[in-house]
């Protein structure tokens, strides 16, 4: 979930991982191994993710799909399925 958050965040403020990576302080291959869920990132590091996403590490680590309100589904959309 933390991984598909980040991307999710990070490709709607249209940045790209290298330039996510340098505002985060960390290396592009760990930042490919957070968004593929592969990483174990440190406190320190979510808490950066956070900032940079201008968010907070709780919506960074919450499952979306556990709470079909916050879905990025719009609710025109929501009707067809």
Excluded: Y
């Amino acid at each position: 979930m933390l991984g598909r958050n980040v991307t999710r965040l990070r490709k709607q403020a249209k940045i790209t991982k290298q330039k996510f990576a340098l505002m985060v302080n960390v290396g592009r291959p760990f930042l490919n191994r957070i968004e593929n869920g592969t990483a174990d990132p440190r406190l320190s590091v979510i808490l950066r993710l956070a900032a940079a996403l201008d968010t907070t590490p709780q919506e960074l680590l919450t499952d979306r799909s556990d709470n079909p309100a916050r879905n990025d589904v719009s609710p025109r959309h929501a009707r067809l399925g």
